[in-house]
């Protein structure tokens, strides 16, 4: 790893004065990917804000459906809330096949959503369920948040602060796992909300998380899992690598979707 | 440099540090604990799991200086007056290990499984939360049965002082 200087913020003001402080500078918070990649010398920053010990950041909030994750909420901790599970057990079971058990106590779903990692969990489930991103500066929708690759719509030193959504009448998550990495070799996330069916999927597009409205029209005229037997997943704009193939990946999106409906009872 | 003050197996202990130093590499070399080990260095193996604030983590992936003032337990703060923690005592008893190096990450992960499942594991629950723990000997058999007579003998413990 390369040398770095370590800042810890106790408010979100003090993070934000001392990321812009530091032009090659980053946000640290649970650290699961960022320090890893440090350690391969894939990232360089020059100065860590540490964001864990920022109490306003922390924590799971529930008023009537509406749901809010505070973004320094570590995947464990979204994993066991009772609370949250009895609206919407869905993102309580995605949180708990992040990673591994000692990965959820410090992985937060900010630092989750920040990275847009093409195969990490989150970003279905948020597309998913239609959040909505809160950062310091202000709200964005999860339609607008996930642009690409490991690319979101946060701007030089936009910090997450909580994700908002209500709580679906159904949702369901199924991933097929890389056995090796625990990332999503393909994970669908479907839900059923206020607004309408959306069908998030991961780990699959080449170009990160997306909606599937091949997926989401069957669902609307019939909420099972037998009516996405007809639905054909062009392959065309889905990832190909040693691991699968993108025809591979676009059969296990229809069979994650399938699983995922199933699991949404 | 950085002063890093932990309070570990219940001893405030501290010592400088460059802010690249990982959290393993501390416990290790700067204060000397080295039942915690380095397995794979990329947050797969489970062999530097301690626990930092009551929970388990893999101490390869965390900087000293993010748990400065935190409270760790390593494997070398179980044993109590010269008698094995309940874990360290199944995984003799059963045999847990093979060549011993996945152990004090295996144990310190069935403590925290045992304090977040206590009384309700079963084999298959288990060997889900040995997700993280890597043992190259492939010797899980064992492991789980100690894990497993541990959660009994830990939950009979609790009974009785009910």
Known sequence: ??????????????????????????????????????????????????????????????????????????????????????????????????????????????????????????????????????????????????????????????????????????????????????????????????????????????????RHPGLEQALTSSWSADALANVSVDPSSLLSDLHANAEYRANLVKVMAKRAVAAAG | MTKVTLTVNGRTMSGECEDRTLLVHFIREKLGLTGTHVGCDTTQCGACVIHMDGRSVKSCSILAVQASGSTITTIEGLASQGELHPVQAAFKEHHGLQCGFCTPGMVMTAVDMINRHGGSLTEEKVRTELDGNICRCTGYHNIVKAILAADAEMASGRQAAE
Not at chain 1, 93 to 107: C, E, T, W, Y
Not at chain 1, 127 to 140: C, E, N, P, Y
């Open chain 1, 1 to 210: 790893m390369y040398a770095t200087s370590y800042h810890r913020a106790s408010s979100v003001e003090e993070a934000v004065q001392l990321r812009s402080a530091h032009e090659e500078g980053k946000y640290l918070s649970g650290g699961m990917t960022l320090i890893s990649t440090m350690k391969q010398r894939l990232a360089a920053p020059s100065d860590l804000v540490d964001l864990r010990h920022i109490p306003a950041l922390r924590g799971i909030s529930i008023e009537g459906r509406r749901v809010k994750i505070g973004a320094a909420t570590p995947h464990a901790d979204v994993a066991a809330s009772q609370e949250l599970r009895a609206l919407c057990p869905a993102i309580c079971d995605l949180a708990s096949h992040i990673g591994d058990p000692h990965v959820r106590q410090m992985g937060t779903i900010g630092g989750s959503i920040a990275n847009n990692d093409p195969a990490a969990d989150y970003p279905a489930g948020l597309l998913g369920l239609g959040a909505t991103i809160v950062t310091d500066r202000r709200s964005i929708s999860a339609d607008d948040f996930f642009v690409g690759l490991f690319e979101t719509a946060l701007e030089e030193g936009e910090m997450v602060t909580a994700v908002l959504f209500d709580a679906p009448e159904k949702a369901g998550y199924a991933k097929f796992n890389n056995p090796a990495s625990r990332f999503a070799m393909t994970g669908v996330f479907v839900a059923k909300t206020a607004s309408g069916v959306r069908v998030a999927v991961t780990g699959a597009g080449s170009d990160g998380v997306f």
